[in-house]
């Protein structure tokens, strides 16, 4: 770590934002990050896959070798958590099962894999008979799957308990302060929240699916909107020795993470709202598809329901806007990627804060 009197901002205190201002810390700047709410973002609501053979889509190229990179990034980080304060990361890279339940979802599987195999990602056809121990716990009516290789999942609560004490121990100050306003010159940027004000050298917006202080100029080239996700926690199976679960359910995505000892987040609601509230009848469209799929989730606990917003971009890719006269970026626009690239993103914003302030 380089010897340096200067200092940053981080509004947002999410993955991005937490793992941006890692970077920063561990270059030598003095950070402060605000954030009302740190990790009670998208990223609470998060199942933590870091998964981009499983996420393959057309006209996605340029994002799929981006998150091709992730999880060697991610590794790198946890090292380098692990030597500041002893702590990791962990990282489970189990690769993904994708099924279809019914023969409608199994012809998408067959699609998919078309794209995967254009992607040049690796993946197998496997079955029940000849590999058991994929499918343990899952319907008897399931019996093939595609299994991709390379597939990970962390702990979104994990990250953010070891990044934060990583923070501290680097002398982050996080401030559970909303930021109001921010300002910006071509020799330094302040903000202003409740408590006062803070001056820095440059600043880093990274404020999800959630609107820009006032005083932000975005170009107009992007916008965010938020896109409203659920996962619901489940305690009572363990299949973390198997596969990420991926299942085409009546053509809605269903996923399952098993982490070891029983606790499971299973998902993927996604609605076009803002709102923090949870219709009835959207929890009971993923219950239902994970008790089909899953029938062994019948006797379990369910221990909570979370919901987060996902920060879209128009062309659903993230995007890093550079304003270097006025010393700021905006960081946004990582959708359901946001744990994915964060420590891809980080680098983004040193590389940022280092030409401006050189």
């Not at 920063?24 to 009302?36: M, N, Q, W």
């Not at 975005?218 to 965010?224: A, T």
């Not at 606790?263 to 089909?292: F, H, K, M, T």
Request: aromatic residues 6%.
């Amino acid at each position: 770590m380089r010897s340096s009197t200067k200092s940053a901002i981080v509004v947002g205190g999410g993955i991005v934002g937490l793992t941006s201002a890692w970077r920063l810390a561990k270059s030598g700047y003095h950070v402060t990050v605000f954030d009302p709410t740190p990790g009670r973002g998208a990223t609470w609501a998060a199942a933590g896959m870091i998964a981009p053979h499983a996420e393959v889509a057309p006209g996605e190229r340029a994002n799929f070798d981006l998150q091709r990179q992730a999880l060697g990034a991610w590794q790198t980080l946890s090292g380098e958590l692990e030597a500041q304060i002893g702590r990791r990361v962990h990282l489970h890279v189990t690769g993904t099962l994708l099924t279809g339940w019914d023969a409608g979802d199994r012809r998408l599987v067959d699609q998919f894999r078309q794209v995967a195999d254009d992607f040049k990602v690796t993946s197998a056809i496997v079955r029940r008979d000849s590999h058991p121990e994929v499918f343990i716990g899952l319907s008897d009516r399931i019996s093939t799957g595609l299994l991709l290789d390379g597939d990970a999942w962390l702990d979104p609560d994990q990250a953010v308990a070891v990044l934060r004490e990583g923070l501290a121990s680097l002398g982050v100050d996080v401030v559970t302060e909303f930021v109001d306003s921010i300002e910006g010159t071509s020799s330094a940027v302040a903000i202003h929240y409740h408590g006062g004000s803070m001056r820095a050298d440059a600043g880093i917006l990274a404020t999800g699916a959630f609107g820009l202080p006032d005083g932000a100029a975005p170009s107009g080239e992007h916008s965010v909107r938020p896109v409203r996700g659920m996962t619901v926690r489940i305690d009572g199976i363990d299949r973390s020795s198997a596969p990420t679960l991926r299942c085409l359910v009546r053509g809605r995505p269903f996923y399952l993470v098993s982490r070891p000892g029983g606790y499971c987040v299973i998902g993927a609601s996604s609605e076009e709202r803002s709102g923090p509230l949870i219709e009835v009848g959207e929890l009971q469209r993923l219950l239902r598809d994970a008790l089909d799929v899953v029938p062994e989730l019948e006797a379990c606990s369910l221990v909570e329901t979370r919901v987060g917003l996902r920060p879209a971009s128009t062309n659903l890719e993230p995007f890093f806007e550079q304003w270097p006269e006025r010393r700021w970026a905006w960081s946004s626009g990582h959708f359901r990627h946001g744990i994915t690239l964060a420590p891809l993103t980080a680098c983004s914003s040193l590389e940022f804060v280092d030409r401006v302030t050189a």
